[in-house]
């Protein structure tokens, strides 16, 4: 199996601008689905709004970037690697969809409607290749590189499904996210080059670092992967579907018989190949795993944390994850012990002594303590670093809720960012001017 990998000339086919100012996003996680493999990758994340679109590929370290300016159609590439990026108008695509009536279905929380995108057969691919597209109209539409076809799609897509081949690309994950401002940014330092001087070099460029002084390589034969050193020398035979980037010294590694482990930069093995699925987390130093379709957590040594009982499972943030059981979510502690029953279709955020769901399209505020609902009917509401304030959406204006759900802060702003080290981000109604408020809601002009 060849590991999915978005580089330059693959997820990033186009490219975009500068961005205007920063609200709450959309975020979407992506994995992909290959049948003939049976193996499932996360290739993807993403985040969209109305105007804007950012999506890098799923391994984020030295990923390229790619920023769509929807309202301007102008593409903006940042490559990391080369401190480089590149602009070129967005594609006009010439597509016809077929929108599939009184098919309807639910995918992570959100209403998905059906459009199909008919190829026509021919010789060299006889076979139906028309693709299934299941999107949402509650999510902006979201596109990209060579799925820049999705422009035609009236909202975000959940679900792309080719019938030839079976092969799926679907949202692991959908939630609302704050970004700042400099995720948005051509960093001061990058270099602007033309778009034709990045396809001439584009195969004189090594994409394949892994770590320092720590390569990809594939044999032709096998098309199996392993390790090898700057100087070419060979760390580790050609014999894994897959290798990740090392992240706190550990790569995670796909084995023949689609089991997940890791090594350390010497290609030792760390944790045994025995995982369905295997996922790091470095701000807990703890992995994510998957066995016979259910899902726990151990730490970096391999000893458990979470037995592999749930159906579904997160990273412990702010001392919680979300486990689901039969269809519904609930809070799980550190001890592992139960702090909210699962009886929610989707918890969308955490934090200390509170918790957010999604409710008939609408955001909910509820303690963890009691499981009682303190705000109701938000169009957004986000944690902070303040456990007792939470930024809020009512209508098109934002504010901050206290933890009673009670407005602390007054919906006044179009743009307010969560609470970090005491101070927030905020843009007052008709001013384009942003500025820093402390917690109680007072303009700060010179923050320390």
């Known amino acids: 199996m060849r590991k999915i990998m978005f580089t330059m000339a693959g997820l990033m086919l186009y490219s975009l601008t500068g961005l205007a100012q920063s609200r709450p996003f959309f975020y979407i996680s992506y994995a992909a689905q290959i049948p003939a493999e049976n193996t ?47 602009q070129m108008e967005l ?68 679900s792309i499904n080719w019938r030839a081949n079976g092969f799926s690309l679907f949202a692991k994950a959908v939630t609302k996210e704050q970004l700042s401002a400099s995720e948005w940014e051509i960093p001061s330092d990058y270099e602007e080059v033309d778009i034709a001087d990045v396809v001439d070099t584009f195969e004189e460029t090594d994409y394949s670092q892994l770590a320092d002084n720590r390569y990809l390589y594939m044999d032709a034969d096998s098309t199996f992967y392993g390790l090898k050193d700057g100087e070419g020398n060979e760390i580790t035979p050609a014999i894994y579907t897959s290798i990740s980037a090392f992240e706190d010294g550990v790569a995670i590694v796909g084995t023949t018989d689609y089991k997940y482990g890791t090594m350390d930069t010497d290609g030792k093995i760390q944790l045994e190949a025995i995982y369905d699925y295997l996922s790091y987390d470095s701000s807990t130093e703890q992995y994510l795993f998957g066995v016979n379709e259910k899902y ?10 979470i037995e592999p009982t749930y159906d579904m499972l997160s990273f412990f943030m702010n001392g919680y994850a979300i486990f689901q059981e039969d269809g519904k979510q609930g809070l799980l502690n550190t001890e592992g012990k139960v702090a909210v029953a699962a009886k929610f279709d989707y918890i969308i955020d955490r934090g200390k002594m509170h918790f957010v769901t999604l409710e008939n399209d609408t ?31 009512k209508g098109e204006l934002y504010g901050y809720l206290d933890a009673n759900g009670q407005v602390a802060i007054p919906f006044k702003y179009t743009y307010a960012s969560g609470f970090v080290d005491g101070l927030a981000t905020v843009i007052s109604e008709g001013s384009e001017e942003s500025f820093m408020v402390n917690t109680k809601g007072e303009r700060i002009e010179n923050p320390e």
């Open 40 to 86: 499932v990758q996360d290739v993807l994340k993403a985040w969209v709004d109305e105007t804007t679109i950012r999506v890098v590929a799923a391994e984020e370290e030295a990923s390229a970037v790619q920023l769509i300016d929807k309202t301007t159609g102008v593409v903006t590439v940042l490559n990391p690697q080369t401190a480089q990026y590149y």
């Open 91 to 158: 594609a006009e695509e010439d597509i016809a969809l077929d929108f599939v009536q009184g098919r309807d279905t639910v995918i992570q929380g959100y209403p998905c409607k059906l459009a199909v995108l008919h190829v026509t057969p021919n010789e060299e691919n006889p076979e139906d290749q028309s693709v299934e597209i299941w999107y949402t109209e509650k999510i902006p539409a979201l596109f990209w590189g060579q799925f820049d076809f999705l422009q035609k799609v009236p909202g975000a897509t959940l």
């Open 363 to 393: 955001y909910q505020l509820y303690t963890i303590a009691q499981t009682k609902k303190v705000a109701a009917d938000y169009q957004f509401i986000g944690v902070t670093d303040e456990p007792n304030l939470f930024v809020a959406q």
């Open 296 to 305: 726990g957590l151990i730490d970096k040594d391999g000893r458990m944390v």
